[in-house]
């Protein structure tokens, strides 16, 4: 089964399910869809977050060996088939999150032309499209906040660390299966390295 290749363990690990796209420069009306599980390490995006600036954040919180987690089937179509991709993700047998692409903002010929757009030297672009709720983090409450700034003993750094060590994250053992009825389906479990 593809994918079934254990995810290492990092302490503040979190799944986000998304429709994956491969796209090409010259084919706007093709495109590649693929399940993905674009793994997020929250310590540091909590940590390098820059409210004015939140993109190079993320982008560090999901630059890790094994971070994407893509497969196991590459559907190629074209933009009709965009509404009738679905998927879901289990986490330890419990269904976390269900994504339908048809309730995405965008769809795949308006990602095409953004993204090449803007990046005028590419030929190929590989594209997760955005997750739904359902993942471990969530952003406080106004009252949390307050909680954890207290807690933080008034530093904003160490209240970002008081959030993230109120809320549970991926243990080793825990099993992610993420399925889809067009996409296939790919399961993984969490280990200690």
């Not at 706007?28 to 409210?51: C, I, M, S």
């Amino acid at each position: 089964m593809a994918n079934s290749k254990a995810i290492p363990y990092r302490k503040h690990l979190d799944y986000e399910l998304e429709i994956g796209l491969l796209m090409h420069r010259d084919a706007p009306e093709r495109f590649g869809y693929f399940l993905a599980n674009d793994l997020t390490d929250r310590g540091v995006q909590v940590e390098t977050y820059d409210k004015k600036n939140p993109a190079p954040g993320f982008g560090k919180a999901k630059s890790f060996e094994g971070a994407l987690r893509a497969g196991p089937l590459l559907a190629i179509g074209d933009a009709s088939a965009w509404p009738k991709m679905s998927a879901s993700l289990k986490l330890n047998g419990e269904v976390r999150q269900t994504l339908n692409a048809e309730r995405c903002r965008l769809d795949p010929e308006q990602i095409h032309g953004e993204l090449f757009a803007e990046h005028k030297d590419e030929s190929w672009l590989v594209v997760a499209t955005g997750t739904s709720g359902g993942t471990l983090f969530r952003v406080p409450e106004t009252r949390e906040k307050l909680k954890a700034l207290v807690a933080g003993r008034f530093s904003m750094k160490r209240a970002g660390q008081v959030w993230l060590n109120s809320l549970r994250f991926l243990i080793p053992g825990d099993k992610i299966i993420l399925q889809s009825p067009i996409l296939g389906r790919s399961e993984a479990r969490l280990e200690q390295e």
